[in-house]
């Protein structure tokens, strides 16, 4: 969250492998769901960070192997937040279709989830919508998702949705418009959202927040203001060069793609120039 995922992610793999040769050990049973849901959820997370680098490859096989540890201790928390993150990669990769899919796979519970959880569900469901084209049933998730986040109770949350805040919730809401908002619908509320990520993010969360940064910068060079547009790169550049994340790398370059329609204006070529 604060550096991005390419720093350490070899050594939470060499965590990860170790770890997992305690299944070949004798485990109390009361203890073997625990620690396949530990194991889950290292998993998960050295999938994320595999994903953040662009190892596709690995962060499929890492997510497969966390959701197998979730199902099979029945943890539905954990079965839930892999899915999620499996939609959000195939979203990522332009496999909108896989991603509805996964997300609605997580649904099929929902009773057993949290409002938080079915919010930030809904969420990856919009967002693979959006990039479809399907206008009504995004917006539909959208609303369905903040049905639910206006319900949560993060005193039942498992701790690691504490990370699915008001910030990630409007950044990803944000993200899910934004296919929409670069065709011209939905735009105000798209930069709304977006911005209420960009200032909500708190300092733990550098990475989110460059994320909505350049997506908004993105939007605005496209349907808004170049020089507005190009003053949210500028800022968002800056923080970026603490991070190693290949998925902010790459929306820097897909913002300076976008920026091509306004070359004449010498701030849009240096902000070209420094991405």
Not at 35 to 42: A, I, M
Not at 52 to 73: K, Q, S
Not at 199 to 228: C, F, N, W
């Amino acid at each position: 969250h604060a550096y991005g995922g390419g720093l350490a992610r070899e050594a939470v793999i060499a965590q990860l492998r170790w770890s997992s040769q305690l299944l070949n050990t004798t485990v109390p049973s009361d203890l073997r769901s625990p620690l396949l849901s530990g194991l889950g959820y290292l998993a998960h997370t050295c999938g994320f960070m595999a994903f953040d680098a662009c190892a596709h490859r690995d962060a499929r096989r890492l997510f497969t192997y966390a959701l197998a540890c979730a199902e099979e201790a029945q943890d539905w928390h954990l079965r839930a937040k892999v899915l999620s993150s499996m939609a959000r990669q195939s979203i990522w990769l332009g496999r909108p279709d896989d991603g509805l899919t996964l997300a609605e796979h997580a649904l099929v519970r929902a009773d057993r989830l949290t409002a938080t959880e079915r919010a930030m569900l809904h969420t990856a469901r919009a967002r693979a919508l959006s990039q479809m084209r399907r206008v009504g049933e995004t917006l539909t998730a959208v609303g369905t998702a903040d049905e639910n986040f206006a319900d949560r109770r993060p005193d039942a949350d498992p701790p690691w949705t504490a990370y699915y805040d008001q910030a990630q919730h409007a950044g990803d809401t944000g993200h899910a418009l934004f296919d929409l908002a670069m065709t011209g619908r939905c735009c105000e509320e798209a930069r709304t959202r977006l911005a209420a990520a960009v200032a909500g993010h708190t300092a733990d969360y550098v990475r989110s927040r460059v994320i909505a940064q350049t997506k908004l910068a993105s939007l605005t060079m496209v349907v808004g203001d170049p020089a507005e547009a190009t003053a949210f790169g500028a800022e968002a550049l800056r923080t970026a060069s603490a991070l190693r994340s290949r998925r902010v790398a790459d929306d820097l370059r897909a913002l300076a793609r976008y920026s091509n329609r306004h070359t004449t204006t010498s701030e849009v070529r240096e902000l070209q120039r420094h991405i």
